[in-house]
């Protein structure tokens, strides 16, 4: 999910929950965004790049399929373990327990990683279905599951592929018929 995504839901968040508390809706509303900085800590470590439009411009293009001559680099979603749920939420509670203000903020980084993690239900299905076998070429190595087109009729879903194929336009339920298919697509 992105962060334009959170900064609306959990703002209705803080809404629906403290209508007449503007601190603590303040609160949520960070808790609920300012997670997603691991992702511009996780970029400056790469690259070097410190400029907030160099960020914002990888973040725009890294989920773009690559196309013939695209040579920008990619370094995957750059996550922390700031996204690790069961890292972050015990220490965090702990300290709602104890601070009551905090409550808020802790409210929002939780509702944070649950968008962010709605997904995994169906991350593991397609994990699972494939098992562990890339869906369009059967490797078995750097498998992870992406978010892509189907072919032929172009539906997203969630599905198993290697590093190569996760990078090529579309995906092929049948391994076998992957080599006489995957000549006849242009561009893939
Ligand atoms: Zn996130
Ligand atoms: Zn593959």
């Known amino acids: 999910m992105n962060l334009r995504?959170?900064?609306?839901?959990?703002?209705?968040?803080?809404?629906?929950?403290?209508?007449?508390?503007?601190?603590?809706?303040?609160l949520l509303i960070a808790g609920g965004v300012l997670i997603d900085l691991d992702h511009l800590a996780l970029y400056v470590c790469r690259t070097g790049d410190w400029s907030i439009s160099g960020a914002l411009l990888y973040n725009r293009y890294r989920n773009q399929f690559i196309r013939p001559h695209d040579n920008r680099p990619r370094y995957g979603s750059l996550r922390s373990w700031l996204h690790q749920p069961?890292?972050?939420?015990?220490?965090?509670?702990?300290?709602?327990?104890?601070?009551?203000?905090?409550?808020?903020?802790a409210i929002g980084v939780a509702f944070h990683?649950?968008?962010?993690?709605?997904?995994?239900?169906?991350?593991w299905a397609a994990y699972w279905r494939a098992g562990g076998r890339c869906a369009r070429?059967?490797?078995?190595?750097?498998?992870?599951?992406?978010?892509?087109?189907?072919?032929?009729?172009?539906?997203?879903?969630w599905v198993a592929l290697c590093r190569q194929c996760a990078n090529?336009?579309?995906w092929y339920t049948d391994h076998d018929t992957h080599a006489t298919t995957t000549s006849a697509l242009p561009n893939d």
């Not at 069961?86 to 903020?105: E, G, H, N, S, T």
């Not at 078995?140 to 879903?157: A, G, K, L, N, S």
């Open 5 to 26: 995504e959170h900064l609306l839901y959990s703002s209705v968040l803080a809404a629906s929950l403290y209508a007449r508390q503007p601190v603590a809706a303040a």
């Open 86 to 105: 069961l890292f972050v939420l015990p220490p965090l509670w702990r300290l709602a327990q104890r601070y009551p203000w905090f409550r808020p903020f």
């Open 113 to 123: 990683l649950l968008l962010d993690h709605l997904p995994l239900p169906l991350i």
């Open 137 to 157: 070429c059967g490797n078995r190595q750097q498998i992870e599951v992406y978010r892509r087109p189907r072919f032929p009729d172009q539906r997203m879903q």
């Open 168 to 170: 090529k336009r579309m």
